[in-house]
Every structure is written in C-alpha cells, then in structure tokens.
C-alpha cells in the first residue's frame, strides 16, 4: 500500500474507533479529517470547497429549513388529534401511515419533533406506548423517497461525485413501500409490549393560561367530560369563570356556555393544546400566527410589578402578548389579565417586531429571556399557503420545470417575505452539523477512491466472498452499513460504505445501482440501538425507554426490513 492509501485508512480507523469508543461529536471527527486532509495537500482547497457546496447537500440544508414553517401548520394538529382516537393498534397503524406520509417528503427528525408535543398531549395512550413506533414509521418513511432523509440525500451527493446519474424523487419509492407495509404489520402488534410510562402530575404543571369559549363553538351545551377537558395529557381545568363568578374545582357534569372563561394549568406546550381545541380560543390569541414563543423573568426593579397584564397595558407597552405566567409550583387563581404581577414571576410572550428594540426598557423590567422550542400555530390561511406552496414546489421539481434546490429556493424566500418564518428561526434551524459531516464525508470519499483504497477494500471483500458471487457481496454491503449505523450515525454509515461498495461493484463489473440501494436502505435501518439515528435518541428520554426496549421491538422489525430489502433489490435493480 502507498502512504496516502495508509493515510485515508488512518483517518477512517481514527473516525471509527473514536465513534465507537469516546464522546468526541462526529463533526469534529469529520471536520478534523477533513483540515488534516487540506493542509496535507491530499485534498486541494476547489476541491474541498466543492464538496461543501454540492447540490443534494444544499438541497438538504433547504428541506431543513423549510420544515420550520412546516411544522407550525394546521396538519400537526390534524395528525395529532386523529392518531389520540381509537384502541393502541388503530393509534400505531394512522400514527405510522401518518408519519411515514410526512417523512417521504420532509425532513424526518423535524416531522418527529414537531409530533411529538402532540403525542405528549394525546388523553387516550401513554406517550411510551406510541414515541418509539413514531420513531420507526418515521425511519421507514424516509426510504420512501429521495428526499425523504438525509442518508439518501447524502448518498445521491456521493452517485454525483463519482459521475453516475443522480438518483430520481421516486428511486427508491417500490421497495420503501414495501418495507412500511412489512413494518407496520410488525410494530402493530410489538407496541403492546412497550412499557406504560405516564408520568402527569398536577405538581408539574406550573404555567397558568386562560381560553375562552367562543360564540357558535361545538363545545357549548356538552359537559367538562363529554368535550375531553377532564383528559388532556399536561393540562389540568383548575377553574372556570362564568358571568364574574368564579366555578373551582370545576365538576366534569358542568355543561359549557358561550363566553365561559376556563383557566388551565400546564407546561409550555400546553400553548399549542389549547390552540388545537376548535371552539376554544386562548388568551392572546388573535396575536398569535407561527412565532416563536420566548419566556421572560419579571425584575424586582420593573414598574409593572403590582400591576395586571391589563392595567400595564402590557402589549401597548412592550411589544408583546402573554399566554401563559408561572410563578412557581404555586396555582394561581382568576383570569390570566387579572393577576396581579410579582418580581420573578415567568410570563411566557409572544414578542412583536418592536419587542427587542426597546432594550433600555426591557432589561429595566426583565432579568433574562430564554427562548422556546415551542412556536404557535399558524391560522388556517397561512398553514393552507404553507402547505400548497411546499406541494407546488414538489410538483414543480418532479414534472422539471425547474430543479427542487431552486423551487426550495424560491419557496423559503416566499416563507420570509410573509414573516412565515424569521431569519433568527433559520439561523437557529441551520444544520451546521449536517453540512460539516456531509462536505467532509465527501472528501473523504474522494481521497478513498482516488487513492485506491476502496478498490483494495472492495477486493478484500471479494476474496471473503468468494463463492457467493455478487448476490453475497451485495449483503455483505448491505450489513456493513447497517452494522455501521447501529454503531455510530447513518450518516457517517453511508459516507464510509459507499466507496467500498462502488469498488466492489466495478470489480464485479455490475450495474452500482443494486450496491447503492443496499447502502440506501442499510444505512436506514438503525432499530436496536437508541443511539445509531437521530428520531431514535429524540423519543429515548421523552418515552423514558431502556436499551432493551428497543432490542424487544428493533430486532425483530430490522430481520424483517432486511429479509424484505434484500429479497427486493434484485428484482427491482438486477445486477
């Protein structure tokens, strides 16, 4: 072996092993390999630019960031509400459909972040019952197109690179199908066995909020309990005003009128809950339209301490409406305009543009600002021209009348321009992380196969195959990346397979494609372990899962995504 082949497998021995057996992040890994390979002169600094900037990367960043509009919509809702109703199996089979729906054609972390608040509130199935199928169906749908994650995006970036024709929307749509349906039929049953972790308690839920019964609601004349305010999931009816009088501790027979005012406690996404009961508005509401909410702390020193939300006459002077105060683990009482303000007191806001431009003011009245994960809703027209301009845009690529990373382009333009979504949104969105791994990975890969390493790798697998013909050096692909993936990230998967896999398909002087589809799918199917995919590590703390859940329900779901895989392959994409 030359010493640049000795080097390349250096840095792949430093990057695996580092992986597997420290915390170093892999973007550091990545990013180190990648300088160490410029200033050598291994990688020359067009070619290291090129890699950072490579279409289907770019494409990726833009997917990323329009998802953050994405997920404000109405549809989250929708699909939150409808997966609460019906026994567990109805709940994984709409919850799986539903997902995999929305991950073939967004970003799947963001799809399972944004369900996730939503499960957290479902009143019929403890969250720990339904967060891992979410996580699976989710990893399912993004094999159901080109664009459905970030692994495919990043291996078409590879097919480019290496001059092969770039993978089509729907390349590998046949076989995502197929697995979905074989993967539903399994996870449907294997819930059952979850734990049933559903830990609600009142004393947990220190925000207080108000909503309105609005005239012409479908909540008037039905109880407390036939509308489902006695089982929302983190929201607990502490009292209700009704013509000045206060109704506490509120009886679930209580028949709802026009005008009632019910007073809530919860936590932050309780924002949401609220938002999605048609015939309730929250406090504040008419305000809210897709910001990002912002938690601020009352000062000892602000004037507005004594003073009610309405005799501040907060929005006029600030900027800014509130939706919810904490002060505390203490239940507060009367309606959300009327309490009176205390220094330390947590007001969760809706910040108008003028908010921030008052700074004088500001740090007069407020200790500290934090913002939130959490963002509102947006109303009906603005989710209806979220979703309708991400669709034409789809269609728009798919029938070529312009390639998707300009129609991405021009749409996330667009979600600006209607302040649908904010420059501090997408700078928080950005996903550093992915263009550092996927550019580096990328000249890595370069330095694999110019070097020659790859061909030497791919002849070692071949003489270990010997006798298996191209059908065994396929499998031995497909279970290199998903060993990979299990053990370190499905990105880092694909960027370290596909080179050995091109080089085994030249030497078997086969079509790549079969190859390129095993790295697709292999790279895809992490299932056993928490750690190996991001949706995985998302629901393991919030579902308050052990490794062995996810050995129970993951091992037999990825035998039979493999067996599916690899008997399909073939017959779509023969050698």
């Known amino acids: 072996m030359i010493w640049t082949q000795w080097a390349v497998l250096g840095f792949l021995s430093v990057i695996v092993l580092s992986l597997l057996f420290t915390r170093i992040k892999p973007v550091f890994l990545f990013a180190g390999v990648a300088l160490v390979s410029f200033l050598s002169g291994m990688t020359p600094l067009p070619a290291l630019m090129e890699n950072f900037t ?24 929708w699909v939150g509400r409808n997966i609460s109703q019906g026994g567990q199996s109805s709940a994984v089979a709409k919850l799986g459909l539903s997902t995999a729906f929305l991950s073939s ?62 993978l089509h929307f729907f390349t590998p749509t046949l076989i995502g199908l197929a697995v979905l349906m074989a993967g539903l039929v399994i996870l449907i049953p294997l819930s059952h066995f979850l734990p049933d972790h559903d830990e609600t308690h009142q004393d947990e839920l220190p925000y207080f909020l108000e909503a309105r019964v609005e005239s012409n609601s479908p909540l008037i004349g039905k ?27 509120v009886c679930p027979d209580t028949p709802l009128q026009e005008g009632d005012r019910l007073l809530f406690c919860g936590d932050v996404e309780s924002v949401a809950s609220l938002q999605d009961i048609q015939g309730l508005r929250l406090f504040g509401q008419h305000h809210l339209n897709g910001q990002n909410l912002q938690e ?9 301490r004594g003073q009610t939300l309405k005799t501040a006459q907060f929005r006029e002077q600030f900027d800014a409406v509130v939706v919810a105060i904490r002060r505390g683990h203490e239940r507060l009482a009367g309606g959300l305009g009327n309490i009176e303000l205390h220094a330390g007191d947590i007001l969760v806001i809706v910040p108008g543009k003028r908010f921030h431009q008052q700074k ?6 407020f200790v500290q ?27 728009f690529a798919l029938t070529g009348v312009f390639p998707l990373i300009k129609g991405l382009a021009i749409y996330l333009l667009l979600l600006l321009v209607s302040r649908i979504v904010s420059l501090s949104e997408l700078k928080r969105r950005f996903p ?27 002849s070692w697998f071949m003489s270990v195959f010997n006798g298996w013909g191209m059908y065994g050096g396929l499998i031995a692909v ?9 053990l370190i990230t499905n990105n880092a998967a694909a960027a370290l397979t596909f080179p050995i896999a091109y080089s085994l398909a030249l030497s078997y002087h086969s079509d790549p494609m079969p190859f390129i589809m095993a790295i697709l799918f292999g790279a895809s199917a992490s299932f056993i372990s928490p750690y190996g995919y991001q949706t995985n590590l998302l629901v393991y703390r919030v579902g308050n899962y052990r490794l062995t859940d996810y050995i129970k329900i993951g091992l037999p779901l990825s035998l039979v995504y493999s067996i599916v895989v690899l008997s399909l392959i073939p017959i779509f994409f023969p050698f």
């Open 360 to 365: 004088a003011s500001f740090n007069r009245e």
């Open 296 to 304: 601020v702390v009352i000062s000892h020193s602000a004037s507005i």
């Open 432 to 458: 550093m992380e992915i263009v550092v791994i996927v550019g580096a990975a990328l000249s890595l890969a370069q330095l694999m196969i110019s070097s020659g390493l790859s061909d030497r790798m791919g």
């Open 223 to 249: 109880s407390v309990k036939e509308n489902g305010l006695r089982n929302l999931r983190r929201l607990f009816l502490a009292e209700m005003v009704r013509n000045g009088q206060t109704i506490a501790p």
């Open 54 to 77: 490579n279409p289907s990367l770019l494409t990726l960043v833009l997917l990323v960031l329009v998802s953050t509009a994405l997920e404000k919509t109405r549809l989250i809702s």
């Open 105 to 166: 054609f967004t970003n799947n972390t963001a799809v399972v972040v944004s369900l996730i608040s939503a499960i957290k509130r479902n009143p019929n199935h403890a969250p720990s019952k339904l967060l891992l199928p979410l996580s699976y169906t989710a990893i399912l749908g993004g094999t159901l197109t080109l664009i459905g994650t970030s692994t495919n995006l990043i291996i078409n970036s590879f097919v480019e690179d290496v001059g092969l024709p770039s």
């Open 369 to 395: 600002v934090n913002g939130l994960d959490s963002s509102a809703r947006l109303d009906s027209g603005k989710s209806i021209f979220v979703l309708l301009g991400f669709l034409v845009t789809v269609v």
């Open 478 to 486: 497909y279970f290199l990346a998903l060993i990979l993936t299990e």
